[in-house]
């Protein structure tokens, strides 16, 4: 008996709960794939959205200078000139409110997204986040006092969660299997260029005014990508799927690897989809399940797990 004829007796292959029918490597299917070559749109969808997570990592270390905030300087009085430079004299308590609200706001704006980005596509979900990083940026830059510097920190961090909740599943479902690891990976730089760059201009914005011109930077990238996103990106050919519009998700895939290869990109984008609402229609039949879930037993634990959760999905 040869080890390749008694690796098949000991071995059958066998199905997950999630599965009906068994998964095979079809290396035919897997050449075809990697033979597809990307149109620029792919590219240009990708680099233009990820202006906005960007904006996700520039709040990070925004307030992060010295002279914006040393607690012996803040409560001198009268309080020295070229010291605490954002609202002289706040207090410990209002400081820490100011910073954190941007981890708040983050955290709602990851709850939100998924359930908006469903239901308005992932491109149209990004244009209506740029009015938030305006008007988050608009408020920080032009206020006088620091609770309502907080309050541009919270519209500024529901912008930074929608960005970074929404911007993985949108390249993940532009680009072809073996171009999602590598995209994938602009979603991190974008954010990690965005907390490294203010900590740059921190050398000119240790003024009194500087820290009001990193506030309101985040205008610029919103205005940047509502002026190239028009022509530069497309929707998601997977959520066109989702909601039945065949033919234009049929167009888009065209745009994005060419005619040539419409049939070959619908083959992973359709199986996407399926596993994906497979996977919402056996939520749909667990009520027991839910109940359980929501019960007076586990509700320490399971209000635990929704703020670890919230605030790992804006942190990551």
């Known amino acids: 008996m040869s080890p390749q004829t008694f690796t098949d007796e000991m071995y059958s292959e066998v199905t997950t709960p999630k599965s009906s029918t068994p998964t095979t490597y079809d290396k035919a ?14 590219y240009t969808s990708v680099l233009v959205a990820l202006l906005q997570p960007f904006q996700s990592g520039w709040p990070t270390s925004q307030t992060n200078l010295t002279q914006y905030n040393d607690t012996d300087q803040c409560n001198a009085r009268p309080v020295v000139d070229g010291t605490c430079l954002m609202f ?10 100011a910073v954190n609200a941007w981890i708040f706001g983050g955290m709602i704006g990851s709850l939100l997204c998924g359930h908006f980005s469903d239901m308005w596509g992932r491109k149209k979900l990004l244009f209506v986040n740029c009015a938030f990083i305006v008007v988050g940026a608009v408020i920080q830059a032009s206020v ?33 299997p073996h171009l999602r690891n590598i995209l994938g990976l602009g979603l991190q730089i974008s ?16 003024t009194s005014s500087g820290w009001r ?53 619908l083959s992973w984008l359709e199986s996407s989809s399926k596993s994906n609402q497979s996977e919402l229609g056996e939520a749909n039949d667990e009520p027991e399940a839910k109940e359980s879930l929501f019960s007076p037993r586990y509700r320490l634990q399971l209000a635990a797990a929704i703020l670890l959760s919230c605030a790992q999905q804006h942190l990551r």
């Open 191 to 206: 954010v990690t260029m965005g907390i490294v760059l203010p900590a740059i201009a921190f050398f000119f914005a240790n």
């Open 88 to 97: 002289p004299g706040h207090s410990k308590l209002e400081w820490t409110f």
């Open 144 to 176: 006088s006092n620091i609770w309502a510097f907080t309050l541009g920190r919270l519209v500024s961090g529901i912008a930074s969660g929608v960005a970074t909740g929404t911007l993985g599943s949108y390249i993940n479902e532009l680009s072809p």
């Open 29 to 42: 299917k897997k050449e075809a794939e990697r033979s597809i070559k990307p149109n620029r749109i792919l």
């Open 213 to 265: 011109y990193l506030a309101g930077f985040p205008v610029i990238l919103a205005v940047i990508f509502l002026l190239l996103a028009p022509t530069m990106c497309v929707e998601s050919p997977a959520w066109l799927l989702m909601k039945n519009r065949r033919s234009e998700a049929m167009e888009v895939i065209g745009r994005l690897y060419g005619e040539e290869n419409i049939q070959v990109a």
